[in-house]
């Protein structure tokens, strides 16, 4: 990567981190709207840098979780970045650079990848952690709205935001 791809992974690194954990109520346990997430769809538009860094992001995030244990918190950094990698770079591949229904399709891919992966091991970081067994399908339910809301609402107005400030100023 060159001086400005890593850059951008970076900037997309140190926010995504920095919303996670100033954000913590939201961004973690069974009901979460990770607003960091929103920037899983910039992959669409600013290609592999995006991937590297919602990826390191997440992990570097994740890192503040509450689980009360090291291992915990490290299974969480290490899962959540691989459901961001394989999330962010699917939408890369269908979508970068592409029209609005390919990037619709982006997001509903990103949000069907984050709900079944980050869902189905949430069940067991609940179960660890707090003692709490719930249902794999109410864990994955317990993800699936925030996703919603943050990738496939507030991540594609973050695209077309920036799509359209690249547009006007000429900026790539």
């Keep these: 990567m060159n001086t400005k791809t890593t850059a951008i992974s ?13 954000l913590p109520t939201v961004s973690f346990l069974l009901w979460q709207v990770r607003i960091a ?24 995030g994740n890192l503040t979780a509450p689980w009360g244990s090291a291992l915990l918190t490290a299974i969480d950094a290490t899962l959540g970045s691989v459901a961001n990698f ?24 990103e949000i069907a990848i984050i709900t079944v992966i980050v869902g189905g ?8 952690a707090f003692n709490t067994d719930i249902p794999l399908w109410l864990s994955m ?11 496939g609402i507030l991540g594609t107005a973050l ?5 359209r ?8």
């Design 121 to 128: 091991y949430l069940k067991y970081l609940m179960l660890w």
């Design 10 to 22: 970076a900037l997309i690194a140190a926010m995504y981190a920095t919303l996670v954990a100033l």
């Design 141 to 151: 339910l317990g993800v699936l709205p925030g996703s919603i809301i943050s990738i």
């Design 159 to 163: 695209v077309i935001a920036l799509e």
């Design 37 to 60: 997430d929103a920037l899983l769809m910039l992959s669409t538009t600013l290609g592999w840098p995006a991937v590297v860094g919602v990826t390191l992001g997440c992990f570097l």
């Design 86 to 109: 394989i999330a962010s770079y699917l939408a890369y591949r269908i979508a970068y650079k592409a029209n609005a229904l390919r990037k619709a399709a982006a997001a509903s891919l």
């Design 165 to 172: 400030y690249i547009q006007v100023r000429g900026v790539q």
